[in-house]
């Protein structure tokens, strides 16, 4: 078993080199192959019954996988299961956080936009829409901080097992705050300082997730739905902000990079509509939220090779 | 014993009052009075001997005397005993620690000002003289992390039990931070960032300090020692910087703000030349390294009440 495992985390790896480089085109009856294979590992069936997902290489692909981390290195000291939701603007992070609210053992976290928006009396995020290159250092510092309060934060009660957040303060390290050093909002000097308090809070902090799905979506799809969603505040979205923000995640959770891919990693086709999408969480319900339905109550460091088991995490 | 101790804080309360109320003149043989009270309470005297203390209120005052916080409300958890020495530039800070060096059992720490010239290559202190509206939040922030990280290290002997630094990261938030504020250099939203990052901090990591020694100047003494001992770096410093920094410093530790004065606080005259200085390093030595001098190891939370005796903070 811990062969076949290593040589499927091998073809994984493989898999995902082929998708990042440009040009390549990958064979496709080995991508049907390595879907399957991965779509049997993360559901834990054993038929070649397919899922939603669809795999397209050359234009925004959607990809169902679940990274080779083994689970047990996160020591996790009683603290509950924690879930980060990513995905661009439009992916569907609240509808996907609003299908697991109803399980009673779940507390779900949106994004503390009130706080940017109310910074004892300031609005940061006004701000930074009026001068985003003066405003930007100091909103990604407040960014970090209050990821860091919501994430480190203990449930309100007592038998949560599960804690599902709307982003994370890793997506605001390797996403957000890489996209803005790119495009130069971000100096050096303000980028090499939130870095270095980055590597303070991981290094003295936990603020390790335990699983992130990846809404993983096409900036065409998600162009269509926050136009027709209607946000004010998104009205003045631009097509290409949407695509530099689809290339960051991008980055972040599907490269090979080895300061990003250290967290269980579960792809969901974001793509599909809603009623598709919520197939897909019944199918993955029991790896997102396994803690709960199994009737464990508050995980602590004992219960990882229960936890383990009960969610097939087993490589 | 207990009754004269409350009667002594009282008294030393109303002496602060009248020290820091504008314009007021304070009796002098009140001042005498509560000067000898105070020199026997920390050096644990009962005669009158008079130490090189001068108090003269109405112009920039020395003053001696240490705070009344119970030293128990602090936990230590084995860390070693730890001393902040404060003041303006040119107070005798470096001088103090030179002192305290020579003894075994002490680790000092100098201001992490090689790191604050290279951020990963950026010179944040030169970006700061260039524009300081510009670089002032991003500045402070990287002060407040490196602060952080030196109040925090361990120490590298393990027979060190106490350890010095050249200022603290309260010093940060409640002297610079505020002055930079009061001038105007530091905008609101700017503030209230780094204040809530002070904050969290504080109730999520041990930044306690056991000990503040401030050595307390006027403005007008430490220009001419800035002019003298002609440092390239403070060159371009002007009078009203110094004389705005005392005030900072005064509000922080000598008023009765609560939030501020929770630091046992021994103030020393900082006045002398250094040959008198010495000899107070000498008379209080027993209160800054008391742990080292009485043989005590690296302190823990049960060598606490031991600490206590041995620094006769008893009050």
Chains 1, 2 share one sequence.
Not at 152 to 171: A, D, L, W
Not at 173 to 187: D, I, T
Not at 210 to 226: A, C, G, K, W
Not at 239 to 244: A, K, N, R, S
């Amino acid at each position: 078993m811990l062969k076949l495992i290593s040589e499927l985390n091998r073809k994984l790896i493989d898999l995902k080199k082929a998708i990042l480089t440009p040009g390549k085109r990958v064979h496709k009856q080995f991508q049907e192959d390595m879907e399957n294979v991965l779509i049997n590992i993360v559901t834990g069936k054993t038929n070649n019954e397919k899922t939603t997902s669809v795999f397209s290489p050359g234009k925004q692909s959607s990809f169902l996988g679940i990274s080779p981390l083994k689970i047990d290195e996160i020591n996790r000291e009683g603290r509950p299961f924690r879930v980060a939701i990513e995905g661009n603007i439009g992916a569907g992070k609240s509808t996907c956080i609003d299908y697991f609210k109803r399980f009673p053992s779940v507390e779900t976290y949106g994004e503390p936009i009130d706080w940017w928006r109310n910074v004892d009396g300031d609005n940061l995020l006004e701000l930074l829409y009026t001068d985003i290159d003066k405003w930007i250092s100091v909103f990604q510092s407040y960014v970090q901080l209050t990821r860091l309060k919501v994430q480190t934060s203990k449930p309100q009660n007592q038998n949560t097992t599960v804690q599902i957040f709307e982003r994370s303060i890793q997506n605001n390290r390797f996403c957000f705050l890489e996209h803005a050093y790119r495009k130069g909002s971000l100096n050096s000097a303000d980028y090499a300082v939130l870095d270095q308090w980055y590597r303070w809070i991981r290094s003295n902090v936990d603020i390790n997730l335990d699983l992130i799905v990846y809404l993983r979506t096409s900036p065409e799809v998600v162009y269509e739905r926050v136009k027709s969603r209607n946000r004010p505040e998104e009205s003045g979205l631009q097509f290409q902000y949407l695509v530099d923000l689809h290339e960051s995640h991008e980055k972040w959770l599907m490269s090979n990079d080895e300061r990003f891919n250290n967290i269980p990693l579960l792809v969901l086709d974001g793509n599909q509509p809603i009623s598709e999408m919520e197939k897909q969480y019944k199918i993955f319900e029991e790896k997102i939220i396994g803690h709960e339905t199994k009737g464990l109550k508050r995980a602590d460091s004992t219960d990882l090779s229960k936890a383990k088991k009960n969610l097939k995490m087993d490589f």
